[in-house]
Nanobody, 116 residues
C-alpha cells in the first residue's frame, strides 16, 4: 500500500520559514515523481513544486520560485519542501503527491498559516 505522510505545517510570521516533510512508503522511490500542491481557502488546488527522483530534476510554479526548494532524501524515502520568505498568501493546506507507474497517490494535508 502506497502511503504519503505530510508533516511540518504550522503558524509562522510573514518573512519566516518552514520545512515540510513527506514520508513516502510502498513504492519504489527512485522511479517516481513527487510533488507538493497547496489549496488556499476558496481556491483551487495548485501544484507548486515537483521533483523527479531518478535525476533530481525540479520544477516550480512562478508563485514560489526563488523562495521554496524541493529536495528528496532517497535513503529516507522523504521529500522536503523548504519554504522561505513566507507571505500571507502562502497560507494553505499543503499536500504531497506521488506519481508512480502512472498512478497518482495523495497524502493528507498539512496546514500552513502565515500571519502578517
Amino acid at each position: 500500500e502506497v502511503q504519503l505522510q505530510a508533516s511540518g505545517g504550522g503558524l509562522v510570521q510573514a518573512g519566516g520559514s518552514l520545512r515540510l516533510s513527506c514520508a513516502v512508503s510502498g513504492l519504489t522511490f527512485g522511479n517516481s515523481a513527487i510533488a507538493w500542491f497547496r489549496q488556499a481557502p476558496g481556491k483551487e488546488r495548485e501544484g507548486i513544486a515537483c521533483i523527479v527522483s531518478d535525476n533530481d530534476d525540479t520544477v516550480y510554479s512562478d508563485s514560489v520560485k526563488g523562495r521554496f526548494t524541493i529536495a528528496s532524501d532517497n535513503a529516507e524515502n522523504t521529500v522536503y519542501l523548504e519554504m522561505n520568505s513566507l507571505k500571507p498568501e502562502d497560507t494553505a493546506v499543503y499536500y504531497c503527491y506521488a506519481n508512480w507507474l502512472n498512478r497518482a497517490y495523495w497524502g493528507q494535508g498539512t496546514l500552513v498559516t502565515v500571519s502578517s
